[in-house]
């Protein structure tokens, strides 16, 4: 599946073009050829079954005997042939242009991508975020199924153009032109064309590994992945410089919430924060550890950012989980506490109402059905033509549930139950707003770093005949949205768009925002984390929804699935 900068989680772009890597005529430039530039090859092994990409040894540089490793672009993007589209991509010299540097371009349809390298400069300049967006379909989920694009719309903020540059003298890092070959830090690269993707690049110090989306401690065969020469290794001062500098290079570019959060930098921000800075910059593995976990789980404050595993630094046994039941004063924040206290308060209260089995998928009360599920799901290409594919599919629940609702005439009016969904894939939260109704369903997106304005219209498929009519919804229900403070991110967006499209009456709490789609985060150390990307859902006034969407009727926590309330308070 093809992806484009909208991301809660992955979806899609159509990329098409033709020819491979193709250098033209070059001269005598600036270049690194005499710098101390050591080539070594690891083994790289894909254990991504969502994309084929053949095992194969990938060439690594070190500059001046420097631990991090850089990689050559034109050699990753032929390593990575089968999540990139390799034979897409060309390559020319700027012959012209007053300062020697390279463009690596490629075509979608007529429109046309493009990356410029300056490696006196330091800077990667890309026309449009969407360059490094050309990777190939998921094979085994289709997270475009049942959906079709009626508008596309994007919008510059006045005074931009879209183009972003990435300077990357700022963080200390060089660009070198070594023998025709661009080499830019491993990290960089991992952030910029793979974990943009939710692809992840992962060295242990003996393999590289390519991991679909982000490497957690429930990960099957997470033991093989964290064995390596790097564990319990001291990094030198060098290479923790190197690692905060990425940290601050993807945080001041892809950390959706930076201007929300008023961060003018992260290197300001880090100097006015100077113990969390020397405890990033310590080769101490619990050390920095613990940094990592009190910056993004504890001081950014929001729940779309955590830290999901640690550094190759660490022992290979030692798992997340542990360090920070360790260390509680860095786990967690005020609102994930609010948020930890709501979801167990809601938790008991439907254990009261249902016992331990799981909450019903549809009930009824009188004229109310009521339509319960806790996450936006896309299920796999296998899993969707199983028999139970609403256990693994929103769009399928939805068709379960509308099939047993119709059999009862004196339903007039659906609770959609989100008040304990967390979110998930946004392609799967459309597609169930496709059931409400017959119109083109318009999301909209601001990117905060390109500034670009996004309306995205899409109709789904309600009846699997293909042809994405106006009369498949069940708009002749009157509709409700039950929500919350665990109402967050898609499911937020959900009720966001069901608010601005007027096709549901929002009831309950307040819901829990997370307007910016997850970003995993994989830093030099290995260390895995999760952030607020800099794609963020906004309301068609063009307004953050970060701080949630406040409901029409108010309802307590306390009668949430208690069906005579919910009766009483949509009837009156």
Same mark, same amino acid.
Request: aromatic residues 16%; contains cysteine; hydrophobic residues 35%.
């Given at each position: 599946?093809?992806?484009?900068?909208?991301?809660?989680?992955?979806?899609?772009?159509?990329?098409?073009? +033709?020819?491979?890597?193709?250098?033209?005529?070059?001269?005598?430039?600036?270049?690194?050829?005499?710098?101390?530039?050591?080539?070594?090859?690891?083994?790289?092994?894909?254990?991504?079954?969502?994309?084929?990409?053949?095992?194969?040894?990938?060439?690594?540089?070190?500059?001046?005997?420097?631990?991090?490793?850089?990689?050559?672009?034109?050699?990753?993007?032929?390593?990575?042939?089968?999540?990139?589209?390799?034979?897409?991509?060309?390559?020319?010299?700027?012959?012209?242009?007053?300062?020697?540097?390279?463009?690596?371009?490629?075509?979608?349809?007529?429109?046309?991508?493009?990356?410029?390298?300056?490696?006196?400069?330091?800077?990667?300049?890309?026309?449009?975020?969407?360059?490094?967006?050309?990777?190939?379909?998921?094979?085994?989920?289709?997270?475009?199924?049942?959906?079709?694009?009626?508008?596309?719309?994007?919008?510059?903020?006045?005074?931009?153009?879209?183009?972003?540059?990435?300077?990357?003298?700022?963080?200390?890092?060089?660009?070198?032109?070594?023998?025709?070959?661009?080499?830019?830090?491993?990290?960089?690269?991992?952030?910029?064309?793979?974990?943009?993707?939710?692809?992840?690049?992962?060295?242990?110090?003996?393999?590289?590994?390519?991991?679909?989306?982000?490497?957690?401690?429930?990960?099957?065969?997470?033991?093989?992945?964290?064995?390596?020469?790097?564990?319990?290794?001291?990094?030198?001062?060098?290479?923790?410089?190197?690692?905060?500098?990425?940290?601050?290079?993807?945080?001041?570019?892809?950390?959706?919430?930076?201007?929300?959060?008023?961060?003018?930098?992260?290197?300001?921000?880090?100097?006015?924060?100077?113990?969390?800075?020397?405890?990033?910059?310590? +080769?101490?593995?619990?050390?920095?550890?613990?940094?990592?976990?009190?910056?993004?789980?504890?001081?950014?404050?929001?729940?779309?950012?955590?830290?999901?595993?640690?550094?190759?630094?660490?022992?290979?046994?030692?798992?997340?989980?542990?360090?920070?039941?360790?260390?509680?004063?860095?786990?967690?924040?005020?609102?994930?506490?609010?948020?930890?206290?709501?979801?167990?308060?809601?938790?008991?209260?439907?254990?009261?109402?249902?016992?331990?089995?799981?909450?019903?998928?549809?009930?009824?009360?009188?004229?109310?059905?009521?339509?319960?599920?806790?996450?936006?799901?896309?299920?796999?290409?296998?899993?969707?033509?199983?028999?139970?594919?609403?256990?693994?599919?929103?769009?399928?629940?939805?068709?379960?549930?509308?099939?047993?609702?119709?059999?009862?005439?004196?339903?007039?009016?659906?609770?959609?139950?989100?008040?304990?969904?967390?979110?998930?894939?946004?392609?799967?939260?459309?597609?169930?707003?496709?059931?409400?109704?017959?119109?083109?369903?318009?999301?909209?997106?601001?990117?905060?770093?390109?500034?670009?304005?996004?309306?995205?219209?899409?109709?789904?498929?309600?009846?699997?005949?293909?042809?994405?009519?106006?009369?498949?919804?069940?708009?002749?229900?009157?509709?409700?949205?039950?929500?919350?403070?665990?109402?967050?991110?898609?499911?937020?967006?959900?009720?966001?768009?069901?608010?601005?499209?007027?096709?549901?009456?929002?009831?309950?709490?307040?819901?829990?925002?997370?307007?910016?789609?997850?970003?995993?985060?994989?830093?030099?150390?290995?260390?895995?984390?999760?952030?607020?990307?800099?794609?963020?859902?906004?309301?068609?006034?063009?307004?953050?929804?970060?701080?949630?969407?406040?409901?029409?009727?108010?309802?307590?926590?306390?009668?949430?699935?208690?069906?005579?309330?919910?009766?009483?308070?949509?009837?009156?």
């Amino acid at each position: 599946m093809k992806k484009t900068t909208l991301k809660f989680l992955p979806f899609f772009a159509l990329p098409i073009g +033709s020819a491979i890597f193709a250098t033209s005529c070059y001269n005598q430039v600036e270049n690194d050829n005499n710098a101390d530039i050591k080539t070594k090859s690891y083994y790289f092994k894909n254990l991504s079954d969502e994309y084929t990409i053949n095992d194969n040894y990938i060439n690594t540089y070190t500059i001046n005997n420097s631990e991090t490793l850089y990689v050559s672009i034109e050699e990753m993007m032929k390593y990575l042939n089968g999540f990139v589209d390799y034979n897409v991509f060309n390559k020319k010299w700027n012959f012209f242009s007053k300062e020697p540097s390279y463009t690596y371009y490629w075509y979608n349809n007529m429109t046309k991508y493009t990356m410029t390298i300056n490696w006196t400069k330091n800077t990667i300049k890309v026309n449009n975020l969407n360059y490094f967006d050309n990777v190939n379909y998921t094979q085994n989920t289709d997270y475009g199924r049942q959906l079709k694009y009626f508008n596309y719309d994007v919008q510059n903020k006045p005074g931009t153009n879209g183009s972003v540059t990435f300077d990357l003298g700022k963080y200390d890092f060089d660009i070198l032109n070594y023998k025709k070959k661009i080499l830019i830090p491993f990290p960089i690269f991992n952030t910029l064309f793979c974990n943009t993707n939710y692809y992840s690049l992962y060295f242990n110090g003996d393999t590289i590994f390519g991991i679909d989306r982000w490497l957690s401690d429930n990960m099957q065969g997470i033991e093989r992945i964290k064995t390596g020469s790097l564990n319990n290794k001291i990094a030198s001062e060098q290479y923790r410089k190197d690692t905060f500098n990425h940290l601050c290079f993807s945080l001041d570019y892809f950390y959706g919430l930076k201007d929300h959060k008023n961060i003018k930098s992260f290197i300001e921000y880090f100097n006015e924060n100077i113990d969390i800075k020397q405890k990033i910059l310590s +080769s101490d593995k619990n050390t920095f550890s613990y940094a990592y976990a009190k910056l993004i789980n504890s001081n950014f404050n929001e729940l779309h950012s955590t830290i999901l595993s640690l550094s190759f630094y660490n022992d290979r046994n030692d798992r997340l989980r542990s360090f920070l039941q360790a260390n509680p004063d860095v786990a967690s924040s005020t609102k994930r506490e609010e948020f930890n206290n709501i979801s167990d308060f809601l938790e008991r209260k439907r254990q009261q109402r249902f016992g331990v089995e799981k909450t019903p998928i549809v009930r009824f009360k009188n004229n109310m059905a009521i339509i319960s599920f806790d996450s936006f799901e896309t299920g796999s290409n296998e899993e969707v033509t199983r028999t139970n594919n609403y256990d693994y599919d929103t769009f399928y629940l939805f068709k379960y549930a509308m099939k047993q609702i119709i059999k009862k005439p004196e339903i007039t009016k659906i609770v959609v139950d989100l008040s304990l969904n967390g979110g998930g894939n946004v392609g799967a939260m459309r597609k169930a707003l496709g059931y409400l109704t017959d119109a083109i369903i318009n999301t909209y997106q601001f990117n905060s770093l390109s500034k670009e304005y996004t309306e995205i219209g899409n109709k789904v498929d309600i009846n699997l005949d293909g042809k994405y009519k106006f009369n498949e919804s069940y708009s002749n229900y009157e509709w409700y949205v039950l929500t919350g403070l665990n109402t967050f991110s898609a499911a937020n967006q959900f009720a966001s768009i069901a608010k601005d499209m007027k096709i549901a009456t929002l009831i309950g709490k307040k819901s829990g925002g997370g307007m910016c789609s997850i970003m995993p985060l994989v830093l030099n150390d290995g260390t895995t984390l999760i952030i607020s990307s800099n794609n963020c859902a906004i309301n068609k006034q063009k307004q953050y929804i970060e701080d949630g969407i406040e409901p029409k009727l108010n309802l307590e926590y306390e009668y949430f699935y208690d069906d005579d309330a919910l009766l009483n308070l949509i009837n009156n």
